[in-house]
């Protein structure tokens, strides 16, 4: 059975920082992943992918030098380190496997998405 399960979300003061972890069953991990969120009353929206052997990164401009992602695969796990939090990076934060397509931002290109961590930044 395939599982995702996202960890580490909680509550931070701007400027804070916080590291979420993915730590995904079987053979998800061999995929590139990607980490999206989800604000209250908004679509969830692309944060940061990486490739299946952690060779290449992408990020949404919005996070560009505050966020890193990264991964252990021997943990089958991933990681989002955020820095420099802001009020407006309060969300739900979900992990998935990049599956398909070209593009990594794209929410339709992944799957096995897990149940989400809740982050909160005061301000």
């Known amino acids: 059975q395939v599982q995702v399960v996202e960890s580490g979300g909680g509550l931070v003061q701007a400027g804070g920082s916080l590291r979420l972890s993915c730590l995904a069953s079987?053979?998800?991990?061999?995929?590139?992943m990607g980490w999206f969120r989800q604000a209250p009353g908004k679509d969830r929206e692309f944060v940061a992918s990486?490739?299946?052997?952690?060779?290449?990164?992408f990020y949404a401009d919005s996070v560009v030098g505050r966020f890193t992602i990264s991964r252990d695969n021997a943990k089958n796990t991933v990681y989002l380190q955020m820095n420099s939090l802001k009020p407006e990076d309060t969300a739900d934060y979900y992990c998935?496997?990049?599956?398909?397509?070209?593009?990594?931002?794209?929410?339709?290109?992944?799957?096995?998405w897990g149940q989400g961590t809740q982050v909160i930044v005061s301000s």
């Open positions: 079987g053979r998800t991990f061999t995929y590139a």
């Open positions: 998935a496997a990049h599956v398909s397509g070209n593009s990594w931002s794209l929410e339709r290109n992944y799957d096995y």
């Open positions: 990486i490739t299946s052997d952690g060779g290449r990164t």
